[in-house]
């Protein structure tokens, strides 16, 4: 039975809620399907995310699709290569690498011989990343809004009302392992082999909620007091690296109780996917493998082999090494299980650097980091690599939301009539986008939400904000800011003479304040027919 207490809890929290998105929504017009002069987006079903078209692209990326079924005799494999909390300035391909003290040569290599994305959107922090990509939809939408912290209790499960796409993936004949860490719930009913993957060996968990009770340097009151440890130990959360298996067993392979163990936890998920790359290859069925780093997000420890190796000789440098040479392995694994040739490779960050963990932290040349809705908190690197199928040296500053992975997956396995209907998507199939030589963004805009707020989109090359984060200390982007209002106009920053987002340009140079409102207008709409989930974690 539900105590008096966490109902009124529960209460409380649906009622913040819902007077925010009340709000939002009594500012709108009763139908979605306002559009402004700016957008050129079509809508082609109300559950759907207005995509741009473009037939002839559309056409040339399913001859290629189906030339490549034909050569191959399998839909392709797809790999994703999620780093944590890396800056969008770290790898050298984006203006970092050996500049800053930490050499990136195979993620540099990637971008040059793919695709580089220089506007690829990610949510502002990890769970609402991790279950965004996974299910297409913006964390609002799923309750997702904010990390999964150690003590934290969910309400309900946010899995029972999604489905994932290792799910689909798995229907429509795949192979699905998650290597790496989760971060969208550990409790059963809500883990990686329960919501959709057939093997997941990793952590459930961030990186810092291990070290917390293991690093008596930066923890000691809790590392070097017994009773505290214990109260933390009683949170439940996991600090095991663990392997399950869809219907079946799961184990601790080990528990991570020293920062040595630490250092070595992204090696063992390393050699765990290049040995799973083999093993895929060989049984034939195409497979879906989501490597999810544990670094570089704090608390970095680099691996022995690679501690003192970047130029810099900071644990986080050195953390940044380990990942682009981890990177460089799975790569080389696929290679030489023979299957290069016909895997999508998507190399991303969640979210922006942690700057509040620095100088254990990444970097941006953005304003604001990770928790904001600044270019700095959302914009990361991306790079899409496939040999002989993506030209290399392409280069692409049009819209990319990592929601797309999810609509973009689909299409390559062939299962885009599996994206749900019953539910508001909002990614984008960016497959012709991708694949296409010359290929054009079908995204228009992205919306950028913090939590239960939403605080900015970008269209074009503008960025609006009708909500700012504030913070009030330096690094703190995370443990010490507020979310305001703007005064009479929002603020409207140009990226493109503007990247920092320093001086808004306006109604005073820029003509597109009222159609832009009106698109965020059209985007809260969606909400009416499509509520939000409360899963409890709203403050
Ligand atoms: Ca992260």
């Known amino acids: 039975m539900e105590s008096s207490m966490v109902k009124m809890r529960r209460m409380a929290r649906l009622r913040t809620l819902s007077c925010a998105l009340i ?74 690498g050996a500049a800053i003290g930490a050499a990136t040569v195979n993620m540099d290599r990637l971008a040059r011989e793919g695709l580089k994305l220089t506007s690829t959107y990610s949510e502002p922090t990890c769970t609402p990343t991790r279950s965004a990509i996974l299910t297409g939809r913006l964390p609002v939408r799923t309750g997702l809004t904010r990390p999964i912290l150690a003590g934290d209790k969910l309400t309900k499960n946010p899995w029972a009302a999604e489905t994932s796409l290792p799910k689909l993936l798995g229907e429509a004949g795949y192979k699905t392992v998650l290597s790496g860490k989760w971060h969208v719930g550990e409790a059963v009913g809500m883990r990686p082999q329960d919501v959709g993957f057939d093997e997941f060996y990793g952590f459930y968990e961030a990186a810092k ?45 080990e528990i991570i109780d020293s920062i040595e163990k630490m250092a070595e936890a992204d090696r063992l998920l390393k050699e765990f996917s290049v040995a799973k790359i083999k093993e895929l290859a060989a049984a034939g069925a ?98 899409a690599y496939w040999r002989g199928t993506i030209a290399p040296g392409r280069e692409s500053d049009e819209l990319f939301s990592l929601m797309d992975l999810f609509n973009t997956s689909l299409r390559l396995a062939g299962a885009k009539d599996k994206i749900p209907t019953d539910r508001y998507i909002d990614g984008i199939d960016q497959a012709s986008f991708l694949l296409v030589d010359h290929g054009r963004s079908n995204r228009e805009k992205v919306f950028i939400w913090n939590e239960q707020t939403l605080m900015a989109m970008r269209m074009y090359e503008y960025k609006i904000h009708v909500k700012i984060t504030e913070k009030h200390a330096q ?65």
């Open 475 to 539: 690094w703190l982007n995370i443990d010490m800011t507020t979310i305001s209002d703007v005064g009479l106009a929002p603020w409207l920053f140009n990226l493109y003479i503007d990247p920092k987002e320093e001086y808004p340009v306006g109604h005073r140079m820029n003509a597109f304040l009222a159609p832009m409102g009106a698109e965020m207008k059209a985007h809260v709409a969606t909400f009416r027919k499509y509520p939000p989930n409360d899963v409890g974690l709203g403050k």
């Open 209 to 253: 909620e291990i070290s917390q009770g293991v690093d008596k340097r930066r923890y000691p009151d809790l590392v070097l007091n017994p009773e505290r440890l214990a109260m933390l130990r009683q949170t439940g959360s996991s600090d095991a690296l663990t392997h399950g298996f869809k219907n079946g067993t799961t184990t601790s392979v």
């Open 286 to 383: 195409p497979f879906f493998l989501e490597h999810s780093f544990m670094k570089v997000h704090a608390d970095n420890f680099a691996s022995k082999e690679f501690e003192g190796k970047s130029a810099s000789k900071y644990p986080y440098k050195d953390g940044i090494v380990e990942v682009d040479a981890y990177i460089g392995e799975v790569v080389k694994a696929l290679d030489e299980a023979g299957v290069l040739d016909n895997t999508f490779i998507f190399i991303t960050s969640d979210n922006g650097p942690q700057l509040d963990s620095w100088p254990d932290s990444g970097y941006t040349p953005f304003r604001g980091a990770k928790g904001s809705a600044w270019e700095g908190g959302v914009r990361v690197p991306g790079i």
């Open 23 to 96: 709000l939002l929504l009594a500012a709108v017009p009763g139908k979605a399907s306002a559009q402004s002069v700016l957008s050129k987006a079509v809508r082609t079903s109300e559950s759907m995310e207005p995509a741009l078209s473009h037939p002839a692209q559309e056409a040339a990326a399913q001859a290629k699709l189906g030339a490549l079924l034909a050569k191959n005799g399998k839909r392709p494999n797809i790999v994703w290569l999620l780093i944590d909390d890396m800056g969008y300035g770290d790898p050298g391909a984006f203006g970092g």
